[in-house]
Nanobody, 124 residues
């Protein structure tokens, strides 16, 4: 059984920082690309960042480029999203995801495995 469990979401002031974590189990971790998405109320799920197998390639949405950093710890089966200079528009439920191939990583519907999300609220 594949499980992805996010943690670390909380209330934070604009300009602050937060690190989200995702614990992965039930799959061969190093054979999967990892990603982070977010979904605000009334909006579609939005791509933020992806991290390839072996860490050779990363991709970021323009809205978070330079502020957010995705990383993995292969020995602990963990995926992280370091978020700096948070803005009120970053308020959303944040999801981690896993997929076996790299193609079309910005398209939500190409990712077969998802966590249940963690809430991040950024106050102005």
């Amino acid at each position: 059984q594949v499980q992805l469990v996010e943690s670390g979401g909380t209330l934070v002031q604009a300009g602050g920082s937060l690190r989200l974590a995702c614990k992965v189990s039930g799959l061969a971790f190093t054979n999967y690309n990892m990603g982070w998405f977010r979904q605000a109320p009334g909006k579609e799920r939005e791509f933020m960042a992806a991290h390839s197998k072996y860490g050779s390639v990363t991709d970021y949405a323009d809205s978070v480029k330079g502020r957010f950093t995705i990383s993995t710890d292969n020995t602990k089966y963990m995926v992280y999203l370091q978020m700096d200079n948070l803005k009120p528009e970053d308020t959303a439920v944040y999801y981690c995801a896993a997929k076996p191939t790299w193609g079309a990583v910005r398209r939500t519907n190409t990712w077969p495995h998802w966590g249940q999300g963690t809430q991040v609220t950024v106050s102005s």
